[in-house]
């Protein structure tokens, strides 16, 4: 298979944006947390809904943020049988 | 692909351990009550995925690493995000069972249910036990603890509480047909104290009146 490459432009704008010299460095590169700080908007996944390529459930909103969970995690743990 | 025999028994252990957590991570999806993907879990398979990548660049000569320990560390790390979605699977697993026994319950009054199920009260401590065991396993999952008995653990207490759920599931049917038996006996009772309050103010009027 020939080989996918990034045009130039594409390279400056994805170093300059996530702060490396080398795209090689990119490998070992952490992706972003997911946390009740950095949280998933809801309201921006819902502005790309329509354009999301990926998993239907997760483009449609069928999912709890991290806020979210935790606060159902709290009640229901915390809840008591009559 | 040169792959040294400590590699491969750490590759060999995420695969056990995936198969282990796979059917937990798809089940929790399967039961949720609102059909919800759980972020975390999908957040710890990517940090996953991106550990066994940066293993498979450098086994196969996409790039190159000098540090001697790279592979292992990663693999490592990978290993410890799948326990980690396992953990985050199993807290969603244990937040649903526990959720539709409330909304099973919910309508009744605690005698009805122990007249069909007379260890509920058991079950019940049972029940509020799991919760405080999941509540302090997600404080902890991230400690030094073995992660392998953390999980084991984790996964008794998850399938208690499912044999708990099969339980009620199945008493469902009687305890409702008991709730309307005793319903219908208090309605009865209400309307022979009505007729009897009603009686009584119909003769105390008659005797009043002569």
Redesign the interface.
Known sequence: MENILLTQKAIDIIKKSIGVNNL?EV??K??KD?SEIND?DKKRVKLYSNKIRG?V??GSL?????KE?NE??DR??????? | MDISKEEFEKLKEIAELYQVIKPIIIYSEEIDS???????V??EL??AF?HI??VI?IKTGV?SNNKSDYTMLNIEKSIGHVYRAGFDAL??LV?SL??D??EM??R???DI?VSIIPNYWKY?QE??QI??T??EC?QNKDSGNDLKVLLSDYLKNAENLKNIHNVFINAMPLIEEKNKEVNKTKLISNIIKFLGWFIAIILAFLSIKQ
């Open positions: 090689s490998l070992d952490e992706y997911i998933i998993s459930r997760l069928n999912f709890l943020t991290i969970f159902r995690a229901i743990l915390n809840a008591q049988l009559p | 609102y059909s919800n993907s759980n972020l975390q999908i957040k990517r940090d991106d990548i940066r660049t790039k807290d969603g937040i526990k959720e026994i409330l319950l919910k009744y009054k605690s249910i019940r029940i509020n919760s405080i999941t509540a997600r």
